[in-house]
């Protein structure tokens, strides 16, 4: 078993207490790289990370030493743990053999899907009001029998109503309001009979 750290410094101050850590922490081999912000190139991380090998244990000073977004970091973190590698961040106090490490990477699981999703949600919500201002211009179309029939069969096998309309390539409201027809006309035996659109 090798206890392998990495360090990356910024600056004279943040370099010399990563030092000491890495020191208290009895790496045998420390990997530095000398660049600021978390976007900067890290190649000696890289070297470090492919040292190591099952059994091994990385230790950082800081979990912000490793750089990148919290997800980039917790897949980083998760692709050890399936390589059999353990990992310390030593001022986090986090060891992935502990019960702290181990709700640490739950946790942090959890919030890096939760910063995903809340960074695609402007995206979504433009292509969401680009297809519907396409709809408009062109007409919304009226949902067939069989695509209604498609639609009632992925909602039966648990579907959401989003992947349902991806599927079928509609806007999210032309669904809701075709299915809300369809219930209406079954409701009503009055209600004149729709001529499908060939689609």
Not at 20 to 36: I, K, P, S
Not at 154 to 170: F, I
Not at 171 to 195: C, H, I, K, M, V
Request: glycine share 6%; aromatic share 6%; net charge neutral.
């Amino acid at each position: 078993m090798a206890v392998i750290g990495y360090r990356r410094d910024s600056d004279d101050e943040v370099g010399s207490h990563q030092r000491d850590a890495l020191a208290g922490a009895a790496c045998e081999r420390v990997y530095v790289d000398q660049a600021t912000g978390p976007r900067a190139r890290r190649p000696e991380l890289q070297k470090a990370l492919s040292s190591l090998r099952e059994g091994d244990v990385f230790v950082v000073s800081r979990l912000d030493r490793l750089g990148g977004t919290l997800a980039e970091v917790v897949a980083l973190i998760a692709a050890l743990d399936d390589r059999g590698v353990a990992f310390r961040s030593i001022d986090d106090d986090i060891d992935e053999l502990g019960a702290w490490g181990r709700f640490f990477f739950r946790a942090a699981g959890a919030l890096a899907s939760y910063e995903s999703t809340i960074a695609d949600e402007p995206a979504r919500a433009a292509e969401r009001r680009r297809q519907e201002a396409h709809y408009k211009r062109r007409g919304a179309p009226a949902l067939s029998r069989r695509r209604l029939q498609i639609a009632r069969d992925m909602l039966r096998d648990e579907a959401s109503l989003v992947d349902v309309a991806r599927h079928l390539d509609v806007p999210l409201r032309t669904l809701r309001e075709g299915l809300a027809e369809a219930d209406r006309s079954q409701d009503d035996p009055r209600a004149p009979a729709r001529r499908d659109p060939i689609r």
